[in-house]
């Protein structure tokens, strides 16, 4: 088996190639065969970085490619040959979405056309397509299902929702073997210090205070990205055809209450908390219904919050120089 990995040296994808390669733990075992050879394409943006990719260096079946999802010519080269991609490369992060839209549409929404062309074109046994599940919007109860109309809010999640909707587009149309995953919100080792884990941990660490929106209630469900990991696996080897598999923590916190426990983890109070103006849009809640995935290919979560979250901090306290030149 022959693995295209985009967006592999990010911080989800980053993880999905340690897991392939079995340089990654965790009680529950990850549900791989054991890859030939997994190819990373990466443009190494700020938030792409070669060395999370440092525990399988020295791997033979790792190829590391730095490129542009949306060169067509350079896709056109690495694609052939594999039997499988799997999706991850984008532009991630929502306040930078705000601030500027226009690398979101470009890398999420031609990126993924250039891909999926590619993918068509050299025959591609299987695209695996990694989505959010801030493409719903925001919902005040209940959970959404993996049928629910999407209305993204954000430019990142609207240009997700785009490159899903072509995702699914090409199996409707070309009959090409798609599917999609939708998770919650991730955090562990080697996660960028803008996201609000590392961003929290990392500021704490250093002695500093920690900006919370608005009135700290917007709910999010956390999910430890080796789960998220295991959960796409899953949906690579088993999932059906042109279907979408909720990929969700069940876990489901306040900005306040998760800061309460951050703020606890590193030993500080609450001395430590700026409040700052809510985010624009700020959508107040996700939640995602994960009967499918688990009725379906039999997955469940095997890192609870807690522990999940006192090993991340200690991760971040034992490789300061990891972060420190990010921020
Ligand atoms: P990340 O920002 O850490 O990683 C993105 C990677 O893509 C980086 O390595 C970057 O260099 C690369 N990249 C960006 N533009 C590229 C381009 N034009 N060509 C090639 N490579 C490019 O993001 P992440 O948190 O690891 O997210 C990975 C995927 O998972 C994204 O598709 C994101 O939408 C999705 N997702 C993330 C979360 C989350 O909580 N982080 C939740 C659900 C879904």
Redesign the pocket.
């Known amino acids: 088996m022959r693995i295209l990995v985009?967006?592999?040296?990010?911080?989800?994808?980053s993880e999905y190639v340690r897991m392939l390669l079995g340089a990654t733990g965790g009680d529950a075992e990850p549900p791989v065969r054991e890859p030939d050879v997994v190819t990373v394409?990466?443009?190494?943006?700020y938030?792409?970085?070669p060395a999370n990719l440092d525990p399988v260096r020295d791997d033979p079946r790792l190829r590391f490619v730095q490129?542009?999802?949306?060169d067509p010519a350079l896709v056109d080269e690495v694609v052939p040959g594999h039997d499988v991609i799997v999706?991850?490369?984008?532009?991630?992060?929502v306040d930078r979405s705000i601030a500027g839209a226009a690398p979101f549409v470009?890398?999420?929404v031609l990126?993924t056309q250039t891909l999926l062309d590619a993918a068509l074109r050299h025959g591609i046994r299987r695209f695996v397509h990694?989505?959010?599940?801030e493409v719903y919007g925001s919902i005040d109860e209940g959970s959404w299902t993996e049928t629910w109309p999407l209305a993204p809010n954000s430019p990142y999640s609207a240009s997700?929702a785009g490159s899903d909707l072509l995702a699914l587009a090409y199996h409707r149309t070309h009959g090409m073997d798609v599917v999609v995953t939708?998770?919650?919100?991730?955090y562990g080792p080697y996660?960028?210090p803008e996201?609000v884990i590392p961003l929290f941990v990392t500021n704490l660490l250093d002695g500093g205070t920690v900006p919370l929106y608005g009135d700290g209630g917007n709910v999010r469900d956390w999910l430890h990205v080796h789960d998220?990991c295991r959960g796409i696996a899953l949906v690579q080897q088993k999932g059906r055809p042109g279907e979408v598999y909720h990929i969700g923590g069940g876990t489901e916190l306040t900005n306040r209450e998760l800061t309460g426990r951050l703020l606890e983890a590193c030993g500080a109070g609450w001395d430590r908390v700026d409040p700052v103006p809510d985010r624009k849009g700020h959508d107040r809640r996700y939640s995602l219904d994960t009967t499918k995935i688990s009725k379906e290919l039999g997955y469940a979560p095997s890192i609870d919050l807690e522990r999940g979250l006192a090993a991340t901090v200690r991760w971040y306290r034992d490789n300061r120089a990891w972060w420190e030149p990010l921020r």
Not at 67 to 70: H, L, P, S, T, V
């Open positions: 985009t967006g592999g040296a990010g911080f989800i994808g394409l990466d443009k190494l943006t938030s792409g970085n490129g542009d999802i949306c999706h991850l490369a984008a532009e991630s992060h470009t890398t999420n990126g990694v989505s959010t599940d997700k939708r998770s919650s919100n991730n996660q960028f996201k998220h």
